[in-house]
């Protein structure tokens, strides 16, 4: 009887030890991917604007 109680804990252990990691893993994923897109959206617009700017600047000290 202890054993098989032993074995039915070390496969929930392992079970839950899976779920659990593979629920963290998910919930990092997604905060890490939601923070990478406001962070980029915010950079984006002003350094993209920028870079166009300076380009054109170049482009425009180019022509004439």
């Known amino acids: 009887m202890n054993i098989k109680k032993e074995i039915y804990n070390v ?3 392992s079970v839950n030890n899976s779920v659990r990691s593979s629920v963290r893993s998910s919930v ?3 905060v ?5 897109d406001s962070v ?3 950079v984006s617009d002003s350094v993209w604007d920028s870079v166009r700017n300076s380009v054109n600047i170049t482009i425009a000290e180019y022509e004439y």
Not at 32 to 36: A, E, K, M, N, Q
Request: aromatic share 14%; hydrophobic share 20%.
């Open 32 to 36: 890490r991917d939601s923070v990478y």
């Open 11 to 13: 496969v929930i252990d």
């Open 40 to 42: 980029y959206d915010s």
């Open 28 to 30: 990092n994923n997604s």
